[in-house]
């Protein structure tokens, strides 16, 4: 296709304004799919994501639009994630196209994450056409959102397309936005060949398939090509666009967005954000590249049947491909064995890639606490960071700690201010700002990341009855009085449940923790004492009380003798438990404990 004929764009929006929705009807708008294919949402095809309704990966699709000026347009569409804990594709996305479709329900207006996509848009040169979507729902606003739109992302109220992704309504107009509004690429066929790596993924037949966005150059079957950062080089098999199936094509050109299939062997060798270039006339400059991603939240995986350990890393190493944002590292636990210690970008991105192991990869797990990661000065100069809360060394031997903080910001109702800010200050957060944006509140906080990780999203959507919207970016590191909390079941520390905390909330985390985990771990038939403590000092306690058998009950009165027999033996059933038994914590536990309720 020739360069003025293609536009390369996102869709970015607010989780739940109708990202998906409206990429379906784009394609079936160009006849990309027959009505039989279209089965609603093609472009979330990750069972999990059709179950949980939810974006994850960043799609890709090529799409062929007749434009009433009679030019026939490559459209390439790049469906992004909305969930703040998947920002970091929605930045890969955006660095592969010139424009972006701001999404906005015309019923709920700005949110903050619509904020923090425009200004990552902005951050990437794009074109935005905004565009209202549901403006079929009664509740609908779309003068007001209009105006909102204007007032706080600058786009001028006249330039949204206004539609209903549901019924279809005006997709035409948002067609006819995207060939006239927004740039085509730029490149030269006869330079040097540079294609950005977007993404890449392991295909069962195929093995290691690249998405790339060709900036310069060309690339065809049979070409050698090399990536800049490793130097390895492969043989071109195939390439070829997304229909949305895999389509092949003669060759890709500038401007074009599809996959390169390289019978790549060695996973290590596909870094997102590299530069491919040709082996025999390769470029002199990679291009930019992406930031690189920082894990924020860490916890260990182990598999419950020690035998699935390579399985286990195997597993890690192909999800780890499809995903340059999940980070792990080889580890060891006591009461665990062996396993691996993995980085995650939120909570819901590590439940994710803990359901899709046991998903696809048919593995069964255990996780540990999640933490997130603090930067230990120890009292002979040297710094070390701490993924681990097990890893922790006495306090004596650290001169001081630091935290991660983060800089937040949330939109809420007038009405549900209060609770919400509630909870912010709980949370140790300091508030930096409260603005307006009509009736919506807008507040900026910062909070330690530590009392935001387990469940404040969860917490801020219940107090606000869905409606508060959260978004946020990392803001440096802290010193804090942080302490080590130990957790003893039975008088034996499990390093897995271990956490830290602020020496302000230990005792009633302590405490919350193991109440909870005396519902969660099932009676024994010893008594169990669980215990929370610092150090040695222990500083909560439950006792789980014993499964009731009593063995003297079959023994009618009178013989005392062989009454103190049995009683003798059962104790010595019940120190064989103690000493060499182990009490079973069933995995609900782990992450089910450190929520606060
Ligand atoms: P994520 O992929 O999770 O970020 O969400 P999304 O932005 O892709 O939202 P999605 O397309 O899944 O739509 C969210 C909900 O809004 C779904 O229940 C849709 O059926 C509904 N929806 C989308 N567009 C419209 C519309 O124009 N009108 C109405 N009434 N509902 C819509």
Known sequence: TPLHLIRNFSIIAHIDHGKSTLADRLIEACGALTAREMKGQVLDSMELEQERGITIK???????????DGNIYTLNLMDTPGHVDFAYEVSRSLAACEGSLLVVDASQGVEAQTLANVYQAIEADHEIVPVLNKIDLPAAEPERVRNQIEEVVGIPADETVDISAKTGLNIEG??????????????????PLQ???????????????????????????????RMMQMGATYHVDQVGVFHPKMTPVDSLGPGEIGYINAAIKAVADCNVGDTITLDNRPAEKALPGFKPSVPVVWCGLFPINADDFEKLRNSLAKLRLNDASFHFEAETSAALGFGFRCGFLGLLHLEIIQERLSREFNLDLIATAPSVVYILHHSDGTVEELHNPADMPDLSQVAHIEEPWIKASIMVQDDYLGPVLTLCTERRGVQLDLTYVG?????????????????????????????????YQMDGYEESNLVRISILVNHEPVDA????AHRSAAETRGRAI??????????????????????????ARE???????????????????????????????????RQFGKVEIPQSAFLAALKMD
């Open 497 to 500: 449940l271990s956490f830290v």
């Open 58 to 68: 960043a799609q890709t699709v090529r799409l062929t639009y007749p434009a009433k």
């Open 439 to 471: 009736n919506r509140a807008m507040a900026v906080y910062r909070l330690p990341l530590n009392e935001v990780v387990f469940d404040f999203y969860d917490r801020l959507k219940s107090l606000s009855r869905g409606y508060a919207s959260f978004d």
């Open 543 to 577: 006792t789980l009380g014993a499964m009731s058998k009593d063995v003297t009950a079959k023994c009618y009165g009178g013989d005392i003798s062989r009454k103190r027999k049995l009683l003798d033996k059962q104790k010595e059933g019940k120190k064989r438990m």
């Open 195 to 225: 294609a950005l790596l977007v993404d890449s993924w392991y295909d069962t037949y195929l093995g290691v398939i690249t998405l790339v966005r060709i900036k310069e150059g060309r690339v065809k079957k049979g070409d050698r090509i």
């Open 514 to 539: 193991c109440a909870k985990l005396k519902e969660l771990i099932p009676r024994q038939l010893f008594k169990i004492a669980i215990q929370a403590s610092i150090g040695s000092k222990v500083i």
């Open 174 to 191: 948002v067609l006819e936005a995207l060939v006239h509004r927004l740039p085509p690429p730029k490149g030269d066929a006869e330079a």
